[in-house]
């Protein structure tokens, strides 16, 4: 009986421990009419994407790590609904990386709405980490 509430303390003390750590949550409310394109965006485009308000870290701003899959960084790049539907519909504007319509009908357009309301809010900062302007602060 002891040996299981020792086990038992130790799972959820490492539960808790491992709770403070990794991804960010979203940081909009659940009665944001906007949460919902930030939930669906953190987990259809959060892991090439970055984005503080879906709390998703898919970019880079070390280039030894940067990678073909690497996503632009939407706190430095601010969007449109419409270019962001265009993407999503398209694989982004290269076509080589991001699967054509990742997310369709309302889904899609929660969060092209998402997305158009709270990019580029970091405006610069990929500039200021990289010394250069990057990816995600050159158009296109």
């Given at each position: 009986m002891a040996r299981?509430?020792?086990?038992?303390?130790?799972?959820?003390a490492a539960a808790s421990?491992?709770?403070g750590c990794g991804p960010q949550r979203v940081q909009l409310a659940e009665d944001d009419p906007?949460?919902?394109?930030?939930?669906?965006?953190?987990?259809?485009?959060?892991?090439c994407h970055t984005l503080a308000a879906a709390g998703t870290q898919g970019s880079t701003f070390d280039i030894a790590d940067r990678e073909r899959e690497d996503g632009p960084n939407f706190n430095d790049r601010k969007e449109?609904?419409?270019d962001?539907?265009?993407?999503?519909?398209n694989g982004g504007f290269s076509g080589a990386i991001m699967p054509e319509n990742i997310v369709t009908g309302e889904e899609m357009?929660?969060?092209?709405?998402?997305?158009?309301?709270y990019a580029g809010q970091g405006a610069g900062d990929a500039e200021k980490k990289l010394g250069a302007p990057g990816p995600e602060s050159v158009g296109g």
């Amino acid at each position: 009986m002891a040996r299981r509430v020792l086990i038992g303390a130790c799972l959820a003390a490492a539960a808790s421990f491992g709770a403070g750590c990794g991804p960010q949550r979203v940081q909009l409310a659940e009665d944001d009419p906007n949460h919902r394109g930030a939930v669906i965006f953190a987990d259809r485009c959060g892991s090439c994407h970055t984005l503080a308000a879906a709390g998703t870290q898919g970019s880079t701003f070390d280039i030894a790590d940067r990678e073909r899959e690497d996503g632009p960084n939407f706190n430095d790049r601010k969007e449109n609904v419409e270019d962001v539907v265009f993407a999503i519909q398209n694989g982004g504007f290269s076509g080589a990386i991001m699967p054509e319509n990742i997310v369709t009908g309302e889904e899609m357009r929660q969060v092209a709405e998402f997305v158009a309301k709270y990019a580029g809010q970091g405006a610069g900062d990929a500039e200021k980490k990289l010394g250069a302007p990057g990816p995600e602060s050159v158009g296109g």
